[in-house]
């Protein structure tokens, strides 16, 4: 599964968010700290984000459905 994403650096905490355009509205239910492998390139800027998905509640934590 593909799906567009947004995200945005806040500088003065040090901070990326990156949010799936699929999201469902807020408010959100919980949140999942999860450990992540990030792919930097040659000038040392982030270009991907890996995710080491851990499961929520017994369960696997799955993508966004596609509105529609």
Do not use: F
Not at 35 to 49: K, T, V, W
């Amino acid at each position: 599964m593909q799906g567009k994403a947004h995200w945005r650096y806040d500088d003065s905490v040090n901070c990326w968010y990156v949010s799936l355009d699929e999201r469902s509205p807020q408010p959100y239910r919980t949140q999942v700290k999860v450990e992540a492998i990030l792919d930097i390139d040659i000038d040392g800027r982030l270009a991907g984000i890996e995710i080491v998905m851990p499961s929520h509640e017994g369960k696997p934590i799955l993508p966004p459905v596609r509105p529609g």
